[in-house]
Structures are given as C-alpha cells and as structure tokens.
C-alpha cells in the first residue's frame, strides 16, 4: 500500500476487480493504492466496530447502507488498536458528523491511519456483483496511483488470495495480558487471541472470569500454566485449514469447558474432523438470522466470516472427541452457525455474541459458558 497525505475528497479513484470490472469514483480518506479481497458488510449501524474488527485483516469492506459517517468516530467504541481493513468502499460519506460522542469525522480517521477508499460509486451493483461473482480480489487506486485499466487489473491479479492464508498471528497479541474480573472473580479462562475483539473479553470479566488473553502462537503448555476453568476461542482472519490443531487437541483430550466464536468455531470443526471451505460471498453485518437447533429460537446475530463448516445438518456425527451435533443454523442459506460436543463440555458458534456493535440476542452463549464451567467445577 503506497500513501499520500490529505487531499483524498476531491481526488479521482478507480475500484478494480479481479474479473476486470471497474468502479470510478472519489478518494475517500487516504491517497494512494490499496489491495484486498473485496466483501460486503450489511449492517446500517456499527462501522466503527468494523473497521477495526481484526477479522477483517486484508479485506476491503463494501457498505450496502448508501449514507455513511453520519455518527462520527468516537473514543470508545474501537475493537482493537486500529482499522484493520485493507481499504473501505461507501457510496455516500457523511459530510458533517453528528453525536454527542464524536470526537472526529470518519474520513479524518482513515486519512490518519492510512487507509484508502473510495466513494461515489454504486455499491448496490458492486454488491450485486459479488453476489453472483464470489468474493474477489480487489485494488482501490487514487492521486499518482492512477494508472491505466490493463495495468491496475494487472497488479490486481498480483495481490494474495484469501484461500491459504494464514493471518491470525500477524494480528494477535505478541504479549499475553489479563483482563480482570468484574466484581467477585468466579472462574479463570485463557483466551487464544486469533484476532480477538475488546468487548469479548469484558463480556466474560462481567460475568465474573479473570481472562487471561494469550498469543495465537501459545503452546498447551502456556493455556494451562493459567490454571484455567475454561479455554475460549476467538475470531480472527485467513483460512481456518492453515491452523495448528495442537492446542486444541490438547484441550478437548484433557475436557476442558471450550467455547469458541467465528474462526473459533471453524477450528473446533477441524480438529472435530469436520472440513471447511470458502463462502462464495460470506456473511458480513448484524443483522443475520440464526436459529438455535437446542431451543429452537432465533435470534439476529453479527456475523464477519468467509470460511465455514462442512458438517452434515440433520445427525450426529461420531469425532475422536464423542458425539457432535450442529447446534445452529443460518435461516438464509443452511451454513452452519454452530457445533457442540455432546459427551463433554465444548460449544461454538460462527458469529459475534459480544454484541459490539450489537444486536444483543446472542449474549446467553457467555452464560453457557459459565455454566459449562460450574459444571465442571461441580
């Protein structure tokens, strides 16, 4: 990615697609060239959260929603320590935001972190596009980037695919750390950062768990040197098949309460013997239907996720770990949402249940947690 300083609202800009289809419009925040796997995000509300989702590592996030900006950046409301996506796509920025808590605009937050996008386009039919298409790679070129059509599709095609990527520890904590209980401490659990989310954590600390949140590259070793009630999953970016299944492994032969999230949810089905493979468009926003097979309750829940679970819908299914089932379904298109052991205490879902940026129907899976983990304790 090559960047140019401020100047980026009356800049001309090109979107690329790998399959040659092109998008004019405006530079929005940074100036230069950006690469990524081109998706899309179908939430209205929640792009603070998004940008700096760490799932969203190498991807360049188009939003359905025409108007955006309209709330500003805040202090509070980051996921992480920065914007994650590789570049940002919108059709309508906001020209003036409005909340009591915005401290600055959204394109001034991307010009200061150095991410390029592009708006004044049509992101309805670009998000039609990957409809039928598939995800794709994508280059989004502004200022003395420009160049002609033949040589931007040209460094398109040079950028990494998706399929093969191993991203998690290019994202995750080098150094683990300990997120505190909230009031009386109850349990302790390591969390295996593979691009984790802050609110994850402070919805365990809030129910009473010291959350001590290790490197992806941690070994058995350093999960159970915490003493640990509980070891959880985390979402994060890249193909679940390039993973290490070691630690969990370790975790399921020794039946430690388990409890994974998203890309969490992928590699408790590999080491389950399950496979996975690659959406054609994935399912991005908060606002996607998903039923619980166990109570039979819907719910809408926050998905970010490429990659999904090849396992059978309708039986269970005998893994070197006991009897698995799937435990929940996406009411769109039939992908699995979720796995759980039936023999021992281990669950995951596919989606966010931290609620950041919302909606909140999915909180109780933290308290299945815990009562995994009083269970166990009993």
Not at 340 to 361: I, K, M, R, W
Request: glycine share 10%.
């Amino acid at each position: 990615m090559t960047i140019s300083t401020r100047g980026a609202a009356k800049a001309p800009a090109v979107l690329v697609l790998e399959d040659g289809r092109s998008f004019r419009g405006r530079a929005y925040g940074a100036v230069g060239e950006t690469f990524g796997e081109a998706v899309f995000n179908t939430g209205m509300t929640g792009y603070q959260e998004t940008l700096t989702d760490p799932s969203y590592h190498r991807q360049v996030v188009v939003m359905t929603a025409p108007h955006v900006g309209n709330t500003g950046v805040n202090d509070e409301d980051d996921e992480s320590k920065q914007i994650w996506v590789a570049g940002f796509v919108v059709r309508d920025p906001a020209r003036i935001p409005s909340n009591w808590r915005s401290r600055r605009s959204l394109d001034d937050q991307l010009v200061a972190q150095g991410i390029v996008g592009i708006s004044g386009i049509d992101t309805r039919a670009l998000t039609r596009h990957l409809r039928e298409r598939g995800a794709m790679r994508v280059g989004i070129f502004s200022g003395e980037a420009l160049a002609d059509d033949e040589t931007l599709l040209a460094r398109v095609k040079e950028a990494p695919q998706m399929v093969g990527a191993s991203l998690a520890a290019e994202v995750a904590t080098k150094e683990p750390y300990v997120v505190p209980a909230i009031g009386e401490k109850k349990f302790t659990v390591a969390a295996i950062d593979l691009g984790i989310k802050g609110m994850t954590p402070h919805r365990m600390a809030e129910r009473g768990i010291e959350v001590h949140v290790l490197p992806a590259t941690a070994t058995a070793e350093d999960v159970y040197a915490v003493a640990p009630d509980g070891v959880f999953l985390s979402n994060g970016p890249g193909d679940p098949s390039t993973v290490d299944l070691t630690v969990i492994k370790a975790v399921l032969e020794r039946k430690t309460p388990l409890f994974g999230i998203c890309f969490g949810n992928q590699i408790l089905g590999r080491a389950l013997g399950f496979g996975t493979y690659k959406l054609k468009y994935g399912h991005r926003g908060i606002n996607q239907p998903v039923q619980d097979r166990t109570t039979g309750k819907v719910e809408v829940t926050a998905h970010n996720h490429g990659f999904a679970v090849d396992a059978p819908l309708d039986k269970v299914s005998e893994t070197p770990y006991g009897r698995a089932e799937v435990s929940h379904v996406c009411l769109n298109d039939d992908v699995v949402e979720g796995l759980q052991l039936l023999d021992q205490p281990a669950f995951s879902v596919q989606y966010h249940p931290e609620a950041a940026a919302g909606p909140h129907d999915a909180a109780y899976l933290f308290d299945r947690f815990v009562q995994l983990m009083e269970g166990q304790r009993a």
